[in-house]
């Protein structure tokens, strides 16, 4: 028998022992990639699982794993938690794509979700979210605050997502600030927080008066407390227990009505394969509160922004836009279309430095 | 009073028992552990141990068992032969990612043709990988007198850096957005190292820890060369006298065990894993020297320790699903193996007395 049958028909045993009880229970899975007490991009994840629970109460029954390795390592956690009777599975980090796609094929009958990935098939969905609508925010309000023009960030895989972030802050902190620079250190993390740390004394060492972070430990937050006059963003979570000051605002990853809403679809058999992108108007990013340490008018500005974001009238990447070396990427009044966003791969004029290849 | 008494020679029997005496003593404080965290401990242990072998899924697990021990049995066999003559290469981790550029790239080189002659080039291109990696301290250390442990260990830090360098530049897949990742060699077919029987999990990589096992064995027990090893770990002046020539020894151990470790890394790359990316070395180079170890620097103890170790990972993950466990505590129930086993290990060398209260 050829493994893949012998996997669908211990799946289909199993499905008929348990039956009258998995009939009730939607079981759902998470496959996180740091633990949850990371107090960023996992801690979110866990903040939308318990959310789910919230929601559907004895309805459902949710398990997780945390801190897997992007491989081999991910794809049997996967598999474990589809063979003991998962209906629904969140894998939440880039490197699980190939293992979701594997894992997916040996169960037919089990539904993935994966974040931030671009490879779907009929029961793997894909979801991310548009940070670079927050960044925008970020970057109005970072190159108001600076006063030595320099702006630190800690960029963590030059990837895509993390690209599209540097070019949205960037553009945003020229408009309001024309001399503005960003210094960008490569972690070549997620979390980590000694290397962040690092990181961040690196780039307050260089002039940065204002830290960035695409990374999701809060070390970076502490090393700008320890020096003082150093303006920093919460990542991923609200890390509020640094405002009012160095924390004036940050970007929040709210997983929960996506992974609410995904579950129902399950219970009530609607679901079906999706490629969602949200940003701030359908709430999956959201903006912490803007502490007083920023003046007045800038928040009011700011939230401005994220209103006409919201609101769908203004894209951060509306031209004119050049790239880095000088070509037009953007004409006058043109937005930036979603193919090409998805795969950034260049920088904006001015930013200096090349990414990494 | 308790005090420690040397024994003239070390305890045979001790040296046999402590692995097992550490795992039961595992069981008892990581038990408690678990019962600090509102678990059932014998719950939890018996998920650990028994769900894997012998538990509904068993079907799959235990071919997992094989995939998750495989690398570990064929680091560890290489790092043995040079522990035994005191020669510690710590690095196998950074010689586990060099042998993945190598063997990877050397596939992904020739892609998309498909030819019988890829794979064994690319084992080939793996293991001289690895090889170069480990041929680096080795050198310095014959030629300059370096501190292997040294050199080795920051290599894999360097290793680490030529690994986020390729994912990213060399070796990324063109068709993959921007993404960083090579191309996945799983689809192809010339260069996947696919499973020999489907749901076995037999792959190359377990056929060759297996293989590395039997060497070793007859290496140190029939050659001379595992003759010259063991003498050197043993009694070093007595090597001298016997000829043992150090430098050649050096060079031979620690190109041996990074030649192995490259050789893991390239079947890991090329079957279970498939991509080369900037997270690709999980900790196979360094979870390797406990393996090593726990198996009493023996090629048939390892065979056992790599299980063993396999085991608690996979029933861990269980563990964690199942029970809510925090991967934490499964880290920390990991870790205590180790802890145990150097600890019971002075009894080997050493017995307990009640000392004798001095008389007036």
């Not at chain 1, 929601?55 to 029954?61: I, L, M």
């Not at chain 1, 990427?329 to 966003?341: I, K, M, P, S, Y």
């Not at chain 2, 001289?128 to 990696?133: H, M, S």
């Amino acid at each position: 028998m050829k493994f893949t049958t012998l996997m669908a028909s211990a799946a289909l045993a199993l499905g008929l022992a348990s039956g009258a009880m998995a009939q009730d229970k939607t079981k759902v899975g998470f496959v996180y990639v740091g633990p949850v007490g990371d107090g960023g991009w996992t801690y979110e994840h866990n903040k939308g699982r318990l959310a789910v629970e919230e929601e559907f109460g004895d309805k459902v029954e949710t398990v997780f794993v945390e801190s897997v390795p992007e491989g081999p390592d991910a794809e049997r956690v996967m598999t474990q938690m589809a063979l003991e009777g998962a209906d629904l599975i969140f894998t939440t980090s880039f490197g699980y794509m190939d293992p979701t796609i594997n894992v997916a094929k040996k169960f037919p009958n089990v539904k993935f979700e994966h974040a931030t990935g671009y490879k779907t098939a009929d029961n793997v969905s894909v979801y991310s979210a548009r940070f670079y609508e927050g960044r925008a925010v970020q970057g109005h309000i970072a190159g108001n605050m600076t006063k030595s023009n320099i702006i630190g960030y800690i960029g963590s895989y030059p990837i895509p997502e993390v690209i599209r972030g540097i070019n949205s802050a960037y553009v945003h902190a020229k408009k309001v600030n024309p001399d503005v620079e960003f210094k960008i250190v490569w972690a070549y993390t997620w979390f980590d927080p000694a290397k962040e740390a690092d990181a961040a004394k690196v780039l307050i060492e260089q002039g940065a008066d204002v830290i960035l972070q695409h990374t999701d430990s809060t070390a970076p937050q502490a090393a700008a407390q320890e020096a003082g006059n150093v303006v920093t963003f919460g990542q991923a979570s609200d890390m509020s227990e640094y405002a009012p000051f160095p924390r004036v605002s940050s970007i929040i990853d709210d997983w929960a009505p996506y992974y609410i809403a995904r579950t129902q679809a399950v219970m009530d058999g609607t679901w079906e394969s999706v490629n969602t992108w949200d940003g701030i108007r359908e709430g999956m990013v959201g903006i912490g509160e803007i502490s007083d340490a920023v003046p007045a008018d800038v928040k009011e500005e700011a939230l401005a922004l994220k209103a006409a974001m919201a609101a769908g009238e203004y894209h951060p990447f509306t031209g004119p836009i050049n790239k880095q070396d000088g070509s037009v990427w953007l004409a006058e009044g043109e937005v930036a279309d979603d193919g090409t966003l998805a795969g950034m791969n260049f920088y904006v004029e001015g930013l200096e430095g090349d990414i990494p290849q | 009073m308790i005090v420690l008494e040397k024994r003239p020679q070390p305890s045979k029997a001790w040296s046999y028992a402590t692995p097992l005496v550490a795992v039961v003593a595992t069981m008892v404080f990581g038990g408690l552990l678990f019962a600090i965290l509102g678990k059932n401990p014998i719950e939890a242990i018996g998920t650990i141990f028994w769900e894997p072998l012998f538990g509904e899924f068993a079907f799959y697990y235990r071919p997992q068992l094989l995939v998750k021990g495989a690398p570990l049995v064929l680091i560890a066999i290489g790092l043995s032969l040079g522990f035994r003559a005191g020669i510690w290469n710590i690095g196998a981790e950074g010689q586990y990612i060099m042998g993945t550029i190598f063997g990877a790239g050397a596939g992904l080189a020739f892609y998309p043709m498909e030819a019988w002659f890829i794979f064994p080039i690319m084992i080939f291109a793996g293991a001289f990988g690895g090889w170069l990696w480990a041929t680096i301290p080795a050198f310095l250390k014959v030629r300059f007198g370096t501190n292997e442990i040294l050199v080795s260990l920051m290599l894999v830090y360097v290793a680490e850096q030529f690994l986020a360098s390729v994912s990213l530049g060399l070796l990324k897949n063109p068709e993959g957005f921007g993404f960083p990742g090579s191309r996945n060699l799983q689809s192809y077919e010339s260069a996947h190292n696919a499973e020999l029987i489907a749901g076995s999990g037999m792959h190359w990589g377990v056929v060759a820890a297996f293989i590395a096992v039997i060497f070793s064995y007859v290496l140190l027990n029939r050659h001379m060369l595992g003759f010259h090893i063991r003498l050197t770990g043993e009694a070093p002046r007595a090597a001298k006298f016997a000829g043992v020539n150090p430098a050649r020894l050096i060079l031979f151990c620690l190109g041996l065990s990074g030649a192995l470790a490259g050789l893991a890394g390239m079947f890991e790359v090329s079957g279970p894993s498939g991509v080369v990316s900037i997270d690709f070395n999980v900790g196979y180079g360094f979870t390797a020297i406990i393996v090593a170890f726990l198996g009493r620097l023996h090629p048939v103890g390892i065979l056992l320790a790599g299980g063993l170790m396999a085991l608690t990972y996979i029933g861990g993950e269980i563990a964690q699903s199942q029970l809510g466990l925090p991967a934490a505590a499964i880290q920390v129930f990991q870790g205590m193996l180790l802890f145990f086993l150097l600890a019971f290990d002075l009894l080997t060398n050493y017995r307990i007395r009640a000392a004798r209260s001095e008389v007036a």
